[in-house]
């Protein structure tokens, strides 16, 4: 990861809420040959005892079930909004352009879970994202038959967190006029994703305006 200090979120509230809002994770590790396997998937993270665990399900008899079967150490990686970001924009001109990104890494071990927590975490799943009471789409509105059917080619699974980290590059060891040039821009591309980071960037002008005070 790159891992600049400046880089960092230091509010674990902010990751813990980065990852609940951006849940569709990309899970890498490695399968008996050392080759990397991966699957993309949502995930639920909560905390137990002072832990953070992560839960999902995948398919059987896949390479990344296999692989982690044989090795339970996995990669769960987060991401959230990202944009290129011209060197034009800068104050100090003859520089590279760059991109701004955000993304939470959890490294950790991975354990498969039995029937009754797999019912479990479908049901959140099914009902988290449905969002809605009344869908006919809820879990408690499937039959019993189809999904007996459904769980024999599924797996659950849980991933106690070991170490996390994230890069929320921002621009921010750019200085005050750079930095507010770069928001500017961002939203006059009028895309979605310029628009995120911009948003991202301008949370953070308080503290900005804190570090630029300092030099």
Not at 70 to 76: F, I, T
Not at 153 to 180: G, H, M, P, W
């Amino acid at each position: 990861m790159y891992n600049p200090n400046y880089f960092k979120e230091k509010d674990g509230a902010v990751v813990l809420q980065f990852i609940k809002d951006h849940p569709f994770a990309f899970i890498t590790g490695g399968d008996a040959d050392n080759k990397p396997v991966a699957t993309q998937i949502p995930v639920f993270i909560d905390e137990r005892n002072g832990k953070l665990f992560l839960s999902g399900h995948i398919m059987k008899n896949t390479d990344h079930h296999k692989a982690f079967v044989h090795n339970p150490n996995v990669l769960a990686v987060f991401t959230g909004p990202h944009t290129y970001i011209s060197a034009s924009w800068y104050d100090e001109k003859k520089q590279v352009s760059t991109w701004n990104y955000t993304s939470v890494h959890a490294k950790g071990k991975l354990s498969f879970l039995d029937d009754k927590a797999l019912l479990e975490i479908l049901k959140r799943t099914t009902d988290h994202f449905e969002n809605n009471p009344n869908s006919p789409a809820n879990f408690d509105e499937l039959s019993p038959e189809y999904v007996a059917r459904l769980c024999k080619a599924i797996v659950a699974f849980e991933i106690e967190v070991e170490v996390f980290d994230n890069v929320f590059k921002l621009s921010q060891n750019r200085n005050e006029k750079t930095y507010t040039n770069i928001i500017t821009e961002l939203e006059k591309r009028n895309d979605p994703e310029s628009a995120k980071v911009a948003e991202e960037m301008k949370k953070r002008i308080e503290q900005m305006n804190a570090n630029w005070q300092k030099k």
